[in-house]
């Protein structure tokens, strides 16, 4: 988990982009059908779950409950759930799949006499629709363990649990604590449970999911140092800090002419910690004695740079070396918060391929609001999108990445992207048909991303929390895209580092967008000193140029990529408006029948006239109730599909350029 401060995802943006801000409950059995309460917004035409990578589709049963049956041959682990639906793929809300047997809390056991009854190896799972407890009751023959966990920040949930088990008299005997609560039964007994929320706050975002184990408890941590441990190039060593801040120590014994990167994986791995290394020359005189002599001291990842959309917070250090002779390092390692999580200490080779990529849904640079909101990456028809990919624990001996992406949505190409050697941040692009059907997928080639868990409206005041999960999803949506913009070349534009490059730009409207367009290059320096290009009203075509020389920019290879605001009406609901049309027009022609047939009745000259035009009557009075029913929702969707503005993102396709070395004299 990671705590920053950001800008927020969509902050300036306002076309509709499903977004999921609850899911209840928080988990299933696999072959079990879900009835799956999801809270957010723009989640109009529902057509599947994304479990991971796995499609299962939806139906919608009442107002923001679907139904679902999940897979029989699901594995029990945490999913990433996102919803797909009519504007693309939503955020990612996490799901559990289980084995274990589920008991529904509803908040009818808010009292020690309505307390339900649950058993061991079981799950009990709810939200605090009020500021009540959760009761329940559990029978335990003596000698039998209980261990009850809970994470709400692994499943997405604002609730910080309290929990405490009590004997039949009342007293208390354990309290869950660090979502963990641990109990063996002196006794055979039916004991009691209470669950609440810390503060006792209620709502959609507080729900829970607590796992009620009959393993024995874990056991406590705590080692003891020892003395140096030997360790080569290529090995990780997996452990637990010391406590009180106590060190693991390690030997490092390399050769002339070796590159080697010391990594220390903790707090990016999840763990609220923050790890020290401190690296030494380690000697030996004549005399056997050793000799330590300081070369780096780490506390913190590297800078990024360019710096991302996000401050990426990461206090896991990194140290690259090129070693000139034969040496031997002494490496110190310890938490300078004190705890016992884990870490890896790894020594690699080379850069890991390949690489950690680590995507980021888009934002417009220049937010002015002091908070975050959860975003989704969709495609709109006719247009192009990015994601923001990051490389986290980059340094000079880092190589070039060509960014790629496979398994897309139904019409749906990538436009690749690049980033340069020993920079970390980078765009890859992707460009949708103007008939790509909405859907959406996993993409296979970027391994992780990162999102905002929740909205803040003010991050002075609270902590924008965010978790990396697996490969990003990427959708389509049905809106248009209001522009897209391309390179006239897309091979690699060369340029003389005390030069300017001038290129040229084709731009591609939707009808209904003419106005100006002012894009800022993203990926090249920091957003704050990039160059702008600038695109007249109603052109087709443009340029900008880029001050090599100014922008100091040294000889290699860079990728960037424009982006910019479009502001440009779209209309909501137009589906279901044309559907009511229809349906309005089809009760209109059965009313004009209904009217003949009753024309038709009162002129026959037979006996069965009465009763014929009793039977018209009817037809016709109902024919009319439709009819004004049908006009009714047609006038209702009217009202609510009217053309609204809204700002859109608008990309260019990626953009690679070269700056030469200066010609020698």
Known sequence: MLLAFAAPAFSQATFPSPTLTSISPLGGKPGATVELTLRGTDLEGPQSVLLNERVIPIKSTKPNLFSMTLPADLKPALYDCRFVGRYGVSNPRIFEISALDAVESTGVNAKPDQALKVGLNSVVQGSFKSNTPHWFTIDLKQGQHLTATFDGRSFDTRTELLGALSAPTGRELAHMRGGLLTF??????????????????????????????????????????????????????????LPHGLTHTFDLAFKAGEKFIIEVHSHQLGHATDPHLVIENLAKDSAGKETLKPQAEVADAPAITPVPSINWLSRDPSYAYEAKADG????????????????????????????PLIALNPILPGAKTKGAEMGSSNVPRGGIAALEIIVPNRNALSEAIELKADKLPAGVTCLGGFIGKGQSVGYIAFQASADAPVGASILSGIPQSRFATFVVADATRDNILYRTTGAPALGVTTQPAPASLQTEKTDILEVAPDAKLDIALKVTRHADFTDALKLKVLGLIDVAKAPEADIPAKAAAGKFTLDVKALKLAPGDYGFILQGPAKMKFRRGVEELNAAEADAKKAAEAQATAKKQLDTANADATPKKAELV???????????????????????????????????IVYSNPIRIRVKEVAKK
């Open 184 to 241: 063996t039964a002196p006794a055979d007994a039916s004991y009691r449970l209470r669950f609440n929320e810390l503060m006792f706050r209620a709502g959609d975002d507080y729900g829970y999911r607590i796992t009620l184990s009959s393993s024995a408890p874990p056991a406590s941590g705590g080692g003891k140092p020892g003395g140096p441990r030997p360790i080569q190039i290529g090995q990780t060593v997996k452990d637990t800090f």
């Open 328 to 355: 031997t390092f002494r490496i110190t390692l310890s938490d300078n918060f004190n705890t016992t999580q884990p870490f890896e200490l790894r020594i690699l080779k080379e850069e890991p391929k390949p690489a």
């Open 614 to 648: 009793k039977v018209a009557t009817a037809a016709l009075k109902t024919a009319d109730t439709t009819k004004a029913t049908a006009d009714k929702l047609v006038k209702d969707l009217t009202a609510k599909s009217a053309a609204k503005e809204a700002t859109f």
